[in-house]
Protein backbone atom coordinates (compact mmCIF):
# COMPACT_ATOMS: atom_id res chain seq x y z
CA UNK A 1 0.00 0.00 0.00
CA UNK A 2 1.36 3.28 -0.72
CA UNK A 3 4.25 1.83 -2.97
CA UNK A 4 5.84 2.08 -6.16
CA UNK A 5 5.37 5.11 -8.79
CA UNK A 6 2.59 5.73 -11.21
CA UNK A 7 2.26 3.82 -13.59
CA UNK A 8 0.93 1.21 -16.02
CA UNK A 9 0.73 -2.37 -14.67
CA UNK A 10 0.10 -4.54 -18.07
CA UNK A 11 0.08 -8.23 -15.92
CA UNK A 12 1.15 -9.21 -12.33
CA UNK A 13 0.38 -10.85 -9.43
CA UNK A 14 -2.46 -8.53 -8.37
CA UNK A 15 -4.31 -9.59 -12.23
CA UNK A 16 -4.56 -13.40 -9.91
CA UNK A 17 -5.91 -11.80 -7.13
CA UNK A 18 -8.31 -9.97 -9.10
CA UNK A 19 -9.17 -13.14 -10.73
CA UNK A 20 -10.04 -15.36 -7.18
CA UNK A 21 -12.79 -12.50 -6.56
CA UNK A 22 -14.31 -13.14 -9.67
CA UNK A 23 -12.68 -10.05 -11.65
CA UNK A 24 -11.83 -12.27 -14.82
CA UNK A 25 -8.93 -10.62 -17.17
CA UNK A 26 -8.99 -6.96 -16.48
CA UNK A 27 -6.22 -5.91 -18.41
CA UNK A 28 -3.82 -3.29 -18.09
CA UNK A 29 -3.71 -1.82 -14.70
CA UNK A 30 -2.80 1.74 -13.71
CA UNK A 31 -0.92 2.13 -10.52
CA UNK A 32 -2.04 4.63 -8.30
CA UNK A 33 -0.09 5.20 -4.94
CA UNK A 34 -0.93 7.32 -1.93
CA UNK A 35 0.68 8.56 0.89
CA UNK A 36 0.22 11.25 3.37
CA UNK A 37 3.28 13.16 5.08
CA UNK A 38 3.42 10.63 8.19
CA UNK A 39 1.18 7.00 8.34
CA UNK A 40 -1.50 7.80 6.18
CA UNK A 41 -1.21 5.01 3.13
CA UNK A 42 -3.78 3.51 0.38
CA UNK A 43 -3.75 2.82 -3.31
CA UNK A 44 -5.82 3.51 -6.29
CA UNK A 45 -5.73 0.61 -9.30
CA UNK A 46 -7.93 2.05 -12.23
CA UNK A 47 -8.97 -1.12 -14.43
CA UNK A 48 -8.57 -0.06 -18.33
CA UNK A 49 -11.55 -2.29 -19.25
CA UNK A 50 -10.35 -3.13 -22.82
CA UNK A 51 -8.81 0.20 -23.75
CA UNK A 52 -5.23 1.62 -23.28
CA UNK A 53 -4.06 3.87 -21.03
CA UNK A 54 -2.84 7.28 -22.59
CA UNK A 55 -0.84 10.10 -21.71
CA UNK A 56 -4.21 12.02 -20.50
CA UNK A 57 -5.12 9.07 -18.26
CA UNK A 58 -1.74 9.20 -16.69
CA UNK A 59 -1.65 13.13 -16.37
CA UNK A 60 -5.75 13.17 -14.88
CA UNK A 61 -4.16 10.31 -12.50
CA UNK A 62 -1.24 11.98 -11.48
CA UNK A 63 -3.25 14.91 -10.30
CA UNK A 64 -5.10 13.00 -8.61
CA UNK A 65 -2.51 10.94 -6.32
CA UNK A 66 -1.59 14.44 -6.08
CA UNK A 67 -4.40 16.20 -4.31
CA UNK A 68 -4.96 12.86 -2.88
CA UNK A 69 -1.70 13.23 -1.05
CA UNK A 70 -2.52 16.36 -0.17
CA UNK A 71 -5.20 15.47 1.81
CA UNK A 72 -4.27 12.95 3.67
CA UNK A 73 -1.15 14.87 5.04
CA UNK A 74 -4.09 17.75 6.01
CA UNK A 75 -6.16 15.00 7.55
CA UNK A 76 -2.42 14.08 9.43
CA UNK A 77 -2.09 16.93 10.69
CA UNK A 78 -5.87 17.80 11.83
CA UNK A 79 -5.57 14.00 13.66
CA UNK A 80 -2.06 15.00 15.36
CA UNK A 81 -3.59 17.84 16.82
CA UNK A 82 -6.83 16.43 17.87
CA UNK A 83 -4.89 13.68 19.40
CA UNK A 84 -2.60 16.11 21.59
CA UNK A 85 -5.70 18.08 23.04
CA UNK A 86 -6.47 14.83 24.26
CA UNK A 87 -3.29 13.74 25.82
CA UNK A 88 -1.49 14.45 28.87
CA UNK A 89 1.88 16.39 28.38
CA UNK A 90 4.17 14.75 31.49
CA UNK A 91 3.02 11.04 31.14
CA UNK A 92 2.01 10.78 27.70
CA UNK A 93 -1.79 9.19 28.54
CA UNK A 94 -4.84 10.51 27.84
CA UNK A 95 -6.23 13.60 30.16
CA UNK A 96 -9.21 14.19 32.18
CA UNK A 97 -11.28 15.98 29.24
CA UNK A 98 -10.25 12.82 27.26
CA UNK A 99 -11.71 10.77 30.35
CA UNK A 100 -14.88 12.69 30.87
CA UNK A 101 -15.91 12.56 26.69
CA UNK A 102 -15.04 9.01 26.82
CA UNK A 103 -16.72 7.98 30.45
CA UNK A 104 -20.00 9.93 28.91
CA UNK A 105 -19.78 7.26 25.45
CA UNK A 106 -19.18 4.20 27.35
CA UNK A 107 -22.07 4.76 30.05
CA UNK A 108 -24.11 4.81 27.30
CA UNK A 109 -23.31 2.04 25.89
CA UNK A 110 -23.31 0.33 28.58
CA UNK A 111 -26.58 1.21 29.46
CA UNK A 112 -27.88 0.20 25.29
CA UNK A 113 -26.06 -2.78 25.69
CA UNK A 114 -26.29 -4.18 29.05
CA UNK A 115 -23.29 -4.43 29.75
CA UNK A 116 -21.43 -3.35 32.75
CA UNK A 117 -18.76 -0.22 33.25
CA UNK A 118 -16.21 -0.34 36.10
CA UNK A 119 -14.00 2.19 36.87
CA UNK A 120 -10.79 2.98 39.04
CA UNK A 121 -9.58 5.81 40.55
CA UNK A 122 -5.97 5.40 41.89
CA UNK A 123 -3.66 7.94 43.69
CA UNK A 124 0.01 7.64 44.86
CA UNK A 125 0.26 7.13 48.39
CA UNK A 126 2.51 10.25 50.10
CA UNK A 127 3.47 11.50 46.39
CA UNK A 128 4.22 15.00 47.82
CA UNK A 129 7.46 13.61 49.46
CA UNK A 130 8.66 12.53 46.12
CA UNK A 131 8.59 15.66 45.08
CA UNK A 132 9.73 17.29 48.35
CA UNK A 133 12.63 14.58 48.74
CA UNK A 134 13.90 14.41 45.16
CA UNK A 135 12.70 16.91 43.23
CA UNK A 136 10.20 17.19 40.80
CA UNK A 137 11.83 16.10 37.85
CA UNK A 138 12.00 12.55 39.43
CA UNK A 139 8.47 13.35 39.92
CA UNK A 140 7.63 13.58 37.19
CA UNK A 141 9.60 10.17 35.97
CA UNK A 142 7.77 8.85 38.86
CA UNK A 143 4.56 9.81 36.91
CA UNK A 144 5.64 8.50 33.77
CA UNK A 145 6.94 4.88 34.66
CA UNK A 146 3.87 4.78 36.44
CA UNK A 147 1.73 5.44 33.51
CA UNK A 148 3.13 2.57 31.99
CA UNK A 149 3.07 0.17 34.46
CA UNK A 150 -0.95 0.82 34.71
CA UNK A 151 -0.92 1.02 30.57
CA UNK A 152 0.44 -2.64 30.61
CA UNK A 153 -2.02 -4.08 33.51
CA UNK A 154 -4.74 -3.18 31.19
CA UNK A 155 -6.64 -4.13 27.92
CA UNK A 156 -6.03 -1.95 24.61
CA UNK A 157 -10.17 -1.52 24.81
CA UNK A 158 -9.79 0.20 28.29
CA UNK A 159 -9.09 4.05 28.87
CA UNK A 160 -6.25 5.30 31.19
CA UNK A 161 -6.41 8.53 31.98
CA UNK A 162 -4.32 10.92 34.31
CA UNK A 163 -7.10 12.70 35.81
CA UNK A 164 -4.44 15.43 37.75
CA UNK A 165 -1.47 15.56 39.51
CA UNK A 166 -0.73 11.94 41.00
CA UNK A 167 -4.24 10.55 40.45
CA UNK A 168 -5.23 8.36 37.28
CA UNK A 169 -8.68 7.00 36.19
CA UNK A 170 -9.29 3.76 34.73
CA UNK A 171 -12.38 3.41 32.62
CA UNK A 172 -12.88 -0.89 32.19
CA UNK A 173 -15.31 -1.57 29.54
CA UNK A 174 -17.47 -5.03 29.74
CA UNK A 175 -16.14 -5.65 33.31
CA UNK A 176 -18.19 -6.72 35.98
CA UNK A 177 -17.37 -5.24 39.68
CA UNK A 178 -16.01 -8.34 41.07
CA UNK A 179 -13.54 -8.58 37.93
CA UNK A 180 -12.26 -5.27 38.64
CA UNK A 181 -11.63 -5.80 42.08
CA UNK A 182 -9.30 -8.33 40.51
CA UNK A 183 -7.70 -5.87 38.11
CA UNK A 184 -7.07 -3.18 41.27
CA UNK A 185 -5.79 -5.79 43.30
CA UNK A 186 -2.96 -6.90 40.65
CA UNK A 187 -2.20 -3.07 39.96
CA UNK A 188 -1.75 -2.69 43.45
CA UNK A 189 0.35 -5.39 43.82
CA UNK A 190 2.60 -4.79 40.69
CA UNK A 191 3.45 -0.51 42.30
CA UNK A 192 3.90 -1.96 45.64
CA UNK A 193 6.57 -4.65 44.18
CA UNK A 194 8.01 -2.12 41.55
CA UNK A 195 11.55 -0.40 41.91
CA UNK A 196 10.91 3.28 40.82
CA UNK A 197 14.17 5.35 40.16
CA UNK A 198 15.04 8.09 41.57
CA UNK A 199 18.07 9.76 39.90
CA UNK A 200 21.08 9.96 42.09
CA UNK A 201 19.37 9.24 45.09
CA UNK A 202 18.92 5.45 43.10
CA UNK A 203 15.59 4.13 44.16
CA UNK A 204 12.39 4.59 45.76
CA UNK A 205 9.42 2.01 46.67
CA UNK A 206 5.64 3.30 46.29
CA UNK A 207 2.24 2.35 46.89
CA UNK A 208 -1.29 3.25 45.44
CA UNK A 209 -4.65 3.27 46.78
CA UNK A 210 -7.20 2.72 44.61
CA UNK A 211 -10.91 3.11 44.60
CA UNK A 212 -13.73 1.14 41.98
CA UNK A 213 -17.04 1.37 41.44
CA UNK A 214 -19.60 0.43 38.56
CA UNK A 215 -22.44 1.30 36.33
CA UNK A 216 -25.28 1.02 36.85
CA UNK A 217 -24.47 -0.39 40.54
CA UNK A 218 -23.15 2.57 41.99
CA UNK A 219 -24.00 4.95 39.21
CA UNK A 220 -25.96 5.57 35.83
CA UNK A 221 -24.24 8.73 35.19
CA UNK A 222 -20.56 10.49 34.69
CA UNK A 223 -20.61 12.40 37.81
CA UNK A 224 -21.63 9.71 40.24
CA UNK A 225 -19.65 7.25 38.75
CA UNK A 226 -16.80 8.82 39.06
CA UNK A 227 -17.69 10.36 42.32
CA UNK A 228 -18.26 6.83 44.03
CA UNK A 229 -14.95 5.33 42.42
CA UNK A 230 -13.51 8.50 43.93
CA UNK A 231 -14.97 8.58 47.44
CA UNK A 232 -13.92 4.83 47.40
CA UNK A 233 -10.60 5.60 47.32
CA UNK A 234 -10.63 8.48 49.53
CA UNK A 235 -11.64 5.67 52.44
CA UNK A 236 -9.02 2.99 51.15
CA UNK A 237 -6.51 6.59 52.02
CA UNK A 238 -8.43 6.42 55.18
CA UNK A 239 -7.64 2.91 56.05
CA UNK A 240 -4.41 2.51 55.64
CA UNK A 241 -3.47 3.40 52.15
CA UNK A 242 -1.72 0.42 49.77
CA UNK A 243 -5.16 -1.05 49.02
CA UNK A 244 -8.45 -1.05 46.87
CA UNK A 245 -11.34 -0.55 48.35
CA UNK A 246 -14.95 -0.84 46.69
CA UNK A 247 -17.54 1.70 46.36
CA UNK A 248 -20.11 -1.11 47.99
CA UNK A 249 -18.30 -0.77 51.72
CA UNK A 250 -18.79 3.16 51.55
CA UNK A 251 -20.11 4.52 54.70
CA UNK A 252 -20.85 8.78 55.78
CA UNK A 253 -16.62 9.14 56.60
CA UNK A 254 -16.05 7.29 53.67
CA UNK A 255 -14.22 10.84 52.54
CA UNK A 256 -11.29 12.34 54.10
CA UNK A 257 -8.02 14.46 53.50
CA UNK A 258 -5.31 12.28 51.62
CA UNK A 259 -1.73 12.78 50.64
Known amino acids: MGQGGLGVVPWGPLHHVLGRIG ?24 LADGRRFGDLDLSAAETIMRRANAALATAERY ?45 LDRFKSVNDVHGHLV ?7 LARLLSECVRQVDTLARYGG ?15 LKV ?7 IE ?50 RVCSADDLGPSARSSHD
Open 23 to 46: LESPGALLSVPLRGADREVGHVWI
Open 193 to 242: SHVFEAGREGSLRLSISIGVATCPAHGSTREALLDAADKAMYRAKSEGRN
Open 184 to 190: AERIRSR
Open 166 to 180: DEFTILLVDTPHDVA
Open 79 to 123: HHAKERAFIDDVTGVYNARYLLATADNEIQRAARYGNPLSVLFLD
Open 139 to 145: GSDTLRA
